[in-house]
């Protein structure tokens, strides 16, 4: 009888099993598809954390100070698509407490500065310094939280944020890379404060902390630690009203406000391999390409896709568009908003050579850049690793510009510049090194671009492959 009885326990536990384990399978296949839709979508909040936890857990900096390079930067900072050729002062603030103020200098003869203020979200706010919307005049832009119904004092430029948390990328411009120079780059940056608005009668001192020599590493981590960046802004950040959709998908993966969120050995692995398809899709989709800039055929593109500059200029608040998907792609090898994409600069990247081979660390290339740049202050162009888009490390370089003064120009004006292992015979000072067992790709910066760039007047060529010399 007892083997009878147990028998038939077995028999009428297997349906049950079974149909827990179907079940199981059912909900770990939503959980892994909530957890890649939220990569996606959380892209630009992910990549913010990144940095503001990089400046909290390495560097003397702390919320409310000035985090600065003191020196055009190297391979140790490790963010998505840096410049090289300005000095990077960063601000990062919350305004939980009350409005808080960035008090930007005046241009002051050869000093400058281009500057862009975004939300912990990267929506831009503004743009500020000589080309921004206070055309070098300097300002005291007040940044105001989402729940603010005060007034602001005359004097302050308002700009009101939809959430708390957000930061400021100021670059101090470089008239040339020699030590004078850097060191006036230095100064006028150093101008700049930061303070709560309730303390604007007396403002206390800005902190400034040099981080030049400080391994900085912002890149992406393609694993299942990047949902704990994500759930440190979700619980520190409004529910946006066009984001409230995911609130379901994030519970389902363990993510909800007020709550602790912690992975356990079973969704893990889960969340993991939702990252890693979520990279893949951006991935693919980057290699894919963006839309070419300066001819159908050109190699070189707009840096993000139209529809996302557009829905950023209009505060994402387009009545039929939201395009997440094309902001994943952007945010996940780049980081800031410009509130007015060619007003103050503009970027064009390519990841491929004339012929359409992706660019191979371990090949030379050379690009010509032709003469009379349409730029009222300078272009550059700098090479980064196509894994990461960060700089390429160890590298003693990692772009050239027309700030270089030993730069050598053909007899027409134009510049050729090298990329690979090696530079050419007596090519040096035209030379960006590249790692020979990593891909590459490359960005052209025009600071101050004018109507002619716009009209295409004046065309960058593809890059070329050239013989080792």
């Known amino acids: 009888m007892r083997l009878l009885a147990l028998a038939l326990t077995l028999l009428l536990a297997t349906p049950l099993a079974a149909a827990e384990h179907g079940a199981r399978k059912i909900f770990d296949a939503e959980l892994e598809r909530a957890a890649v839709e939220a990569v996606i979508w959380g892209m630009p909040a992910v990549n913010y954390d990144l940095m503001r936890q990089e400046m909290l857990t390495k560097t003397p900096g702390k919320v409310g100070g000035v985090i600065y390079w003191g020196r055009p930067l190297d391979w140790k900072n490790q963010t998505l698509t840096p410049n090289p050729d300005a000095l990077y002062f960063m601000v990062f603030f919350t305004t939980k407490d009350g409005p808080v103020v960035l008090d930007l200098p005046p241009a002051d003869g050869r000093a400058s500065f281009n500057g862009n203020i975004v939300t912990a979200w990267q929506l831009p706010l503004e743009d500020a310094g000589l080309l921004g919307v206070d055309k070098g005049k300097g300002a005291k832009f007040v940044i105001l939280p989402p729940d603010f119904t005060g007034s602001v004092p005359d004097g302050f430029t308002p700009l009101k944020s939809e959430v708390y948390g ?130 159908d055929k050109s190699r070189w593109t707009y840096p993000a896709y139209p529809s996302l500059i557009k829905a950023a200029a209009s505060d994402f608040k387009e009545p039929d568009a939201y395009p997440v998907d094309d902001r994943g792609v952007a945010y996940h090898y780049a980081y800031i908003g410009i509130k007015r994409l ?110 002619e760039f716009f009209a295409k007047k004046w065309v960058l060529p593809d890059v070329e492959t050239v013989k080792h010399r």
């Open 166 to 295: 957000g930061y400021m990328l100021f670059r101090s411009n470089l008239a040339s890379h020699s030590d004078a120079d850097v060191n006036a780059s230095i100064a006028y940056g150093k101008r700049l404060k930061v303070y709560p608005l309730s303390a604007a009668q007396s403002p206390p001192e800005t902190s400034f902390s040099d981080v030049k020599d400080i391994m900085f590493d912002s890149t992406i981590k393609w694993d299942a630690s990047l949902f704990d960046n994500l759930d440190r802004v979700v619980q520190e950040e409004p529910w946006i009203e066009r984001d409230k959709i995911m609130i379901d998908k994030l519970r389902t993966i363990g993510i909800e406000k007020g709550k602790p969120f912690a992975k356990d050995a079973r969704t893990e692995p889960l969340l993991d391999r939702a990252v890693k398809e979520a990279h893949a899709f951006l991935a693919a989709r980057y290699d894919a390409g963006l839309p070419p800039f300066f001819s």
């Open 342 to 451: 060619g007003a103050g600069q503009f970027y064009s990247i390519s990841i491929r050579d004339k012929d359409g081979r992706d660019f191979d660390g371990g090949k030379s290339y050379r690009l010509r850049v032709p003469p009379n740049v349409p730029v009222q202050q300078y272009w550059s162009v700098t090479a980064y690793d196509r894994e990461t888009h960060a700089l390429i490390k160890n590298m003693p370089r990692a772009s050239r510009s027309s700030q270089i003064a030993e730069l050598e120009k053909n007899e027409d004006g134009s510049v050729d510049l090298y990329f690979g292992p090696k530079a050419p015979r007596g090519k040096d000072a035209n030379w960006i090194p590249t790692d020979g067992k990593r891909k590459f790709e490359l960005m052209f910066r025009a600071y101050g671009p004018t109507e």
